[in-house]
Each structure stands twice: as C-alpha cells, then as structure tokens.
C-alpha cells in the first residue's frame, strides 16, 4: 500500500510541476543514464566473478546473472526501463537524438540482461518505432533495424525447443535464444508456473463465490500458503488476474476504466506504446506499480499540453504552408 501511495502522490506531484518537465527532462534522462551504467558494470562484474551482488540476481535455470539494478527483482528493473523508454520516446523532440539514442541503447541493454521475455517485446516494438520516427531519411539503416525487432517477434512466436536444449558453448548465447524461443511456452518453466497460477486463482473466485468482492488486499498469498510448484511463491504473477482476485468485478472494471481514461488524457498517438508496453509488463508481473508507471503516466499525459511537443508534429505541415503563401503571387489591387 505504501507503494500505490508513493505513485499517486508523486503522479499528483509530476503533473502539478508538468511546465518544468521540458526543462528538466535531459537531465533527468542522464541521471537514469549514470544509474544505468552502474547497474551494467554491476551485471560485468557478478558475470565475470560468479559472484552474486546487489545488482543481480541469479538465474534458476541458466548459469547466468539477471541484471536487476536497485530494484527488488529483474522484471521490475526491466519494467521500470521499458516505460522509461516509452515515457522518453514521447518527449523525445524535447531532447537531443544523441541523448536519445544513447539512452535508447542503455535501457536495451539492461532489458536485455534482465532476461525479461515480455520486456523484450515491448522494447522491441518501442525500437521499431524509434526507428521510423528517427531514420525515415536513412532507409537503408531503417530496413535492417525493422528486420531485426521483426527477427526478435518471429522466433519467439516459432516457440521451438532449440532454446533450451541448445549448447553452444556461451552461457549467454543459450540463455537468449533459451528464452526467446519459450516466450510462449506454456507447459514448462515460468510459462507453465503462471498457467496453473492463475487456473488456481480462477477456481479460487468460482469454487469461493467471491467474484463480486475478491479476498482483499494481496488476497492471492492469504489464502494460499505456498504456490502451485515447489520453486514458486503464493503470488498472482499477473496485475490483470490480481486486480479481480484482491477486490472482484467492480475493483477490476474501475481500473480498466481508469486505464481508458488515462489513455484517452494523452497524445493517443505518441502515448499509445506506452500503455501497451503497460499492458503487456502487467501480465507478467504484479507487482508493476514498483516501478513507478503512474509517474510516467503523468509525464505522457503532461506532453499533451507542451507547445514544443506538439507543435513537432505539426512543423513541416506549417512550413509547407508558409512556402505555399511565400510563392504565390499577389494579385494586384
């Protein structure tokens, strides 16, 4: 609960200040990017060592370390990163493209190392989109960036067994390919682990009659002692499934509802990759509001109303204007 309170006090507070963020916002994004670095040399070092520190977190079923920062876990670093990046992918007219792109490849980086599957979709699609919007003059550069992420999405939805099986030699070659090729793997690992989860958290609300008023608050781990595997806590790994669980039907429908009109507050065509890239890490994981979403939501939906940003996308429409009005000739009088 201390947590929800921080992220609307702080939403609150983001937005009241939102003629500030303009201003505020490159040195902002180079904070994020010394964190970064850090976290990164952390991740060398634990890799290089083989010894756990507090920037990783070792991984059950590789021989490699899970990039995880100052944040309690790896999917809530990866989070945090990716609606950073989404939130910077917005304003990024109001920052320099060097700026950009370096903290672009920072925060790709540190998802990648997370080994956060769901992240790395939602970067992904922010990186496709990056690329049109920046290289639209540099076609060729675009193409191969484009064919990538598209390279990215096909083997995870091939879902083959190559990953896991595979032995190259290079622990972090197989753990890539281990987890993009079992991104929706759904009857083994982490995949299978939340299957059951959430069939259990089902039958729960049905068997329990509880579908109007849930189990309360973090209800998932009151009722159950222990999870549904041996390695697996008592904890709904999704937000969408807790929402109902913890407080049934109408709790649930009043936070879709207040996701709608979040969204419909903001520039829907810059901002919509972000409440995607929210949707998506909210099915992996509870605990999201960790990583600060509605502070980044106050600065999305604050970019609706920055002359600077929005007069961007309407520049070459205006330009175009004033040459058409330079170049015709006035009728004499």
């Not at 989109?129 to 920046?134: G, N, R």
């Not at 990215?152 to 281990?178: E, Y």
Request: hydrophobic share 55%; charged share 10%.
């Amino acid at each position: 609960m201390t947590w929800v309170a921080a992220n609307i006090i702080l939403c609150v507070l983001v937005y009241s200040l939102r003629d500030m963020i303009q201003s505020s916002l490159a040195p902002l994004v180079w904070v994020l990017i010394i964190l970064m670095v850090i976290n990164l040399v952390g991740w060398a070092v634990a890799q290089s060592s083989g010894q756990l520190n507090n920037f990783v977190e070792a991984d059950y079923a590789t021989s490699v370390f899970r990039a995880k920062g100052l944040f309690l876990e790896p999917n809530l670093y990866a989070a945090f990163a990716t609606l950073a990046m989404a939130a910077v992918y917005v304003w990024s007219r109001a920052i320099p493209q060097g700026l950009y792109w370096l903290f672009a490849t920072l925060a790709g980086v540190s998802v990648f190392l997370t080994f956060t599957r769901v992240a790395w979709v939602a970067f992904a699609l922010l990186l496709g989109a990056s690329l049109v919007k920046f290289l639209h003059r540099r076609p060729v550069a675009q193409t191969f960036g484009i064919l990538f992420v598209i390279a990215v999405l096909i083997l995870a939805v091939l879902n083959t067994d190559a990953g896991p099986t595979s032995r190259s030699g290079d622990p972090l070659f197989d753990a890539t390919l281990g987890r993009i090729t079992g991104l929706l793997n759904t009857e083994q690992g982490t995949g299978y682990t939340r299957v059951l989860t959430i069939d259990s958290a089902l039958s729960d609300l049905t068997t329990m009659n509880s579908w109007w008023t849930g189990f309360g608050f973090n209800g998932y781990s009151q009722v159950h002692d222990a999870g549904v595997t041996s390695y697996a806590r008592a904890y709904l790994p999704t937000l969408w499934i807790a929402i109902f669980y913890d407080g049934g039907i109408l709790a649930g429908a009043c936070f879709i509802l207040a996701m709608l009109i979040w969204w419909f507050s903001s520039r829907r065509a810059g901002s919509t990759l972000f409440f995607l890239s929210f949707a998506v890490l909210a099915g992996a994981t509870n605990n999201i509001w960790f990583a600060f979403p509605w502070v980044f939501g106050a600065i999305i939906i604050a970019a609706s109303g920055n002359p600077h940003v929005r007069s961007t996308s309407i520049t070459a429409v205006t330009s175009a204007n004033q040459l058409r009005g330079e170049l015709t000739p006035t009728k004499p009088s």
